[in-house]
């Protein structure tokens, strides 16, 4: 079947050369069964036309698009919990193809970019899974279907949330048994390919720095302003950083309103478009809890909950360390300084975009941002935190609905009085929205631990994947009810 007129391939990661990637081979798996396809990611750049065959020799075989060049795993260092390693890089994953996001018949609100933007976007579409590179050292270059299972759910939560997101593209079944430490094993085996706005990791600008190489940041620098930050002038380096500390600052913020814990910030997992990706230990709130952790590993908490803003301001500062061969460094700290403050007003504007209300200005939003949280902290196991968001999405015209809803008990108090006192005093955000379905349900959609265990048991235990593309469902309806136009 021809590919969508609208398939644009633009390979520009490759024209950096031998020094920034290795070329690859993907594994040749046992089995290629097809698992999840995403058509409305891929309707975005022209491939929702190709057939399940197709889908599966481009997405589980590998063989390359048109205009694509194969497979190169892109190489990297980065802090690991704080700790410098020289040794990464690609190790289980590859960039396949990159392509110019063009929509089609799609309309905008069906994926907003990380500088809030829609469309042109150059994309990547990255695996999970797809056997060993020159960087895997010790491991397998595997992926468990597990492990790709929780990555689309993961993504599929963000997304609906409004949280900047690479998107499971393709998730197929390979037919290895694998061995984990950390799951019973044997356990099934699978690739996964995402969708995602860049993988120029800070890891990427670090790895030159390691090496000296002014020239390799220099070239990196431009390479990254002009795909993802074309706004900036080129050669100024600390406005591209500023750009960079503006996208992490709104995705930090969204993470955050999404009671988000992404598990692992680590800076190889931090991207200059400020879009998140690579789910692994990932875990949403239950209810407010500023110490709450993802990963059982992460014995300190340096990852948890409310440090997660610490974690990025702290990765940010290695990348302005790594710019420093391209800059004078004042500047560069200047830039990094204006990470507190987008951080705070991102929140803020999250925070009123959550609760389906107008901004009233800084002070007022502030108020509201604030009594939002004071709410979620007094009331703890009581409500968790995104039933609040869903009985009092769009302010007053919400009220009757949440009052004689099922947490009704809850909407009382001193600190919820504050809370309303607050909200009432925002007018409603296109209140027709309340009129969708999603919204007379006594319950929202949640991501909790619970519930992706029992997912993944029916797939484990009875090969039964109904449980997940129904949550899928739910969750693009959840999607369009928030977003759509």
Do not use: C
């Not at 929702?48 to 060049?69: K, M, N, S, V, Y």
Request: proline content about 6%.
């Amino acid at each position: 079947m021809p590919l969508s007129s609208r398939y644009r391939p633009e390979p520009r990661f490759f024209d950096l050369g031998e020094e920034y990637g290795d070329a690859v081979q993907a594994a040749d798996f046992p089995q290629t069964i097809l698992r999840f396809r995403n058509d409305r990611a891929a309707a975005t750049v022209g491939l929702e036309t190709l057939t399940d065959a197709e889908w599966i020799a481009h997405f589980g075989r590998f063989e390359p698009l048109p205009g694509q060049p194969g497979p190169v795993a892109m190489r990297y260092h980065g802090h690991q919990f704080r700790t410098y390693n020289p040794d990464l890089g690609d190790g289980r994953g590859f960039l396949s193809a990159q392509l110019r996001e063009t929509f089609g018949a799609q309309t905008a609100s069906d994926h907003v970019g990380s500088d809030g933007t829609s469309s042109g976007r150059l994309l990547d579409l990255g695996t999970k899974g797809s056997g060993t590179t020159p960087w895997s050292r010790t491991a397998d270059g595997r992926l468990t279907l597990k492990g790709g299972v929780r990555e689309v759910l993961a993504a599929g939560m963000l997304e609906a949330q409004g949280v900047p997101t690479s998107r499971a593209f393709s998730l197929i079944e390979t037919g290895e048994a694998l061995e984990r430490g950390d799951e019973p094993s044997p356990t099934r085996s699978a690739v996964l390919v995402r969708l995602s706005h860049s993988h120029i990791r800070f890891g990427t600008f670090q790895r030159a720095a390691f090496f000296g190489r002014p020239d390799m940041i220099e070239t990196l620098i431009e390479h990254a302003r002009s795909l993802y930050h074309p706004e900036v002038a080129q050669g100024d380096v600390p406005a591209f950083l500023s750009a960079v500390v503006e996208a992490s600052a709104r995705l930090t913020a969204r993470w955050v309103a999404a009671g988000f814990v992404h598990g692992v910030l680590n800076t190889d997992n931090l991207n200059v478009t400020g879009e998140s990706f690579d789910y692994g230990p990932w875990r949403f709130l239950p209810y407010y809890e500023p110490g709450f952790t993802a990963a059982y590993f992460d014995q300190t908490g340096l990852y948890a909950f409310a440090r997660q803003p610490e974690a990025v301001f702290w990765a940010l500062t290695q990348l302005g360390g790594a710019l420093k061969l391209a800059a004078d460094a004042e500047p560069l700290t200047e830039a990094l300084n204006g990470f507190g403050p987008a951080y705070i007003r991102h929140l803020r504007a999250v925070f009123l975009e959550r609760l389906g209300v107008k901004s009233l200005g800084e002070a007022a939003d502030q108020r509201l941002l604030d009594s939002t949280l004071a709410l979620q902290r007094e009331r703890g196991e009581a409500i968790r935190w995104e039933p609040l968001f869903h009985d009092w999405f769009g302010g007053f015209a919400s009220s009757a609905r949440a009052l004689a809803g099922p947490r009704a008990k809850a909407w009382q108090g001193k600190v919820f009085d504050n809370f309303r006192f607050a909200l009432f005093e925002h007018e409603p955000d296109r209140p027709e929205r309340l009129e969708n379905p999603v919204f007379a349900r006594p319950d929202p959609e949640e991501m909790l631990i619970d519930e992706v265990e029992a997912i993944w048991a029916a797939v484990a235990e009875g090969d039964d994947w109904t449980p997940f593309h129904d949550k899928l469902a739910r969750l693009d309806a959840i999607r369009r009810a928030r977003f759509s136009v």
